[in-house]
Structure formats: C-alpha cells, structure tokens
C-alpha cells in the first residue's frame, strides 16, 4: 500500500510539472514613455499543438480621436511588411520566429511619439491542417496604448504585486503542509504493512528506512519543483 501512494505522489508531481508548461495569453502593457521603445503585446496560444497550422498577423492602428482603424503591420511567411507611412522604420517584429506557425504576434514600437496613443488591434488569420480538411479561424487582440512624458507606476500595480507575493507565499506554505501530511499519512501505511508482512511471513522490516528515504527523497523533488522562483 505504501509502494502504491509513493507512485501516486510521483505521478501527481509530474502532471504538476507538465502543466506548468502551458501556453498563457497575458495582456500587453498599456503605457509607453515618449521617446523610447515599446512592446504591444499580442499572443494567441494554439489549443492543439499536435496539429499543424500556418497563421498571418496584421495590426490596425486608430489614432486618439479618430473614427477609423488603418492598416500598419504585416507578417506572414514571407516576413513584415508596414503598411503605413507614419510607422515606417519604427517596427520591429518581437513575435514568434523561424516558424510559420505564429503564437507570439507582439511588435516593438521605436522612438514612440504621443501620436502613437491610441488603439491598435492585433488579428491572427490562422490555418489549422487536419487530415481531410483544413480550419481557418480569425483571432483578434486588442491593446489600448497611452503615452507619457515620463514612466509611472500605479495604485494597481503596486497592490498586484504584493498580492502576487504573498500568493506564492501562501501557496508555498500550504504545499509543505500537504507534503508534510502525505509524507505521515505515507509513513504509517508503510510502518503497518510492513508490520503485517513481518508477522506473516517472518521477515524482519528491514525495507522500512529504505522506503521511508525514497518518500522523503520525491517529497524533496516536489518541493524544489515548485520553489517560489519557478512558480513565478
């Protein structure tokens, strides 16, 4: 019975593991400082990634006080292409590379004016490849922009990141207890089937520490895998 929770708790660590490895769609920064360069996000995260897919991206941009969006940025296989004269030279493709398969469709502004505030949307035209058909799905991102003489720093983000802090904390502090819990919980079921087998077979416990050291050792793993660092 022991033997079969120590490979429970080995497998729960490895699903653990896996999922942090999972794609995530932040939201971009919204506030640039004038003169410096700046990063729109944009990411869209494939939910298949065993199927194959090409994608294209284009941005629109719509300037403050204007009614319309016009057309600024493209990437595709072939590479970039701006689309506009006032953000000629001033466009760095900052998204996936070396991959038709776009995820990442973030762009870095140079030298930002306060003409760039606005809204700029991000579209990804994707193709996904299944055996007798293909998909084609459009997804949209939107990131509204304002700039500023010089950089600040918010109510909300302070509080985000303290509140951050003291999640991982939390989270830390709760995964000792468990492990602490599991590794008791562990180690009595051990020590009783161990003395059960002893009286029905006359063997000695002599694989009780061997056990024990092997739970302790995928509780110490468990605990490094999920360290404050790599949560964050």
């Given at each position: 019975m022991a033997v079969s929770n120590l490979l429970l708790l080995a497998l729960l660590c490895s699903m653990f593991a896996y999922c942090r490895g999972a794609c995530a769609e932040p939201d971009s920064d919204t506030e640039a400082v004038a003169g410096k360069g700046f990063k729109l996000g944009c990411l869209s995260c494939k939910r298949r990634s065993e199927v194959t897919g090409t994608a294209t991206v284009q941005w629109y941009f719509r300037g403050k006080g204007e009614a319309d969006f016009y057309h600024i940025y493209t990437y595709n296989a072939e590479g970039p292409t701006i689309e506009s004269d006032n953000f000629m030279d001033r466009v760095d493709w900052n998204g996936s590379k070396r991959s038709p398969d776009i995820q990442d469709a973030s762009i870095y502004l140079l030298n930002v004016?306060?003409?760039?505030?606005?809204?700029?949307?991000?579209?990804?035209?994707?193709?996904?490849?299944?055996?007798?058909?293909?998909?084609?799905?459009?997804?949209?991102?939107?990131?509204?922009?304002?700039?500023?003489?010089?950089?600040?720093?918010?109510?909300?983000?302070?509080?985000?990141?303290?509140?951050?802090?003291?999640?991982?904390?939390?989270l830390q502090?709760?995964?000792?207890?468990?492990?602490?819990?599991?590794?008791?919980?562990?180690?009595?079921?051990?020590?009783?089937?161990?003395?059960?087998?002893?009286?029905?077979?006359?063997?000695?416990?002599?694989?009780?520490?061997?056990?024990?050291?092997?739970?302790?050792?995928?509780?110490?793993?468990?605990?490094?895998?999920?360290?404050?660092?790599?949560?964050?």
């Open positions: 004016t306060f003409n760039d505030s606005g809204t700029y949307q991000c579209f990804f035209n994707r193709i996904l490849f299944y055996d007798n058909y293909e998909y084609s799905t459009t997804v949209s991102k939107v990131v509204h922009l304002t700039v500023v003489a010089k950089a600040t720093r918010g109510t909300a983000s302070i509080v985000s990141e303290v509140m951050m802090y003291v999640t991982i904390i939390g502090v709760w995964l000792l207890i468990e492990m602490i819990y599991c590794y008791k919980k562990i180690s009595a079921a051990g020590e009783e089937a161990l003395r059960e087998a002893a009286k029905n077979q006359n063997l000695p416990p002599v694989s009780q520490k061997k056990e024990q050291k092997s739970v302790i050792a995928v509780i110490f793993f468990c605990f490094l895998h999920f360290s404050p660092n790599s949560l964050c």
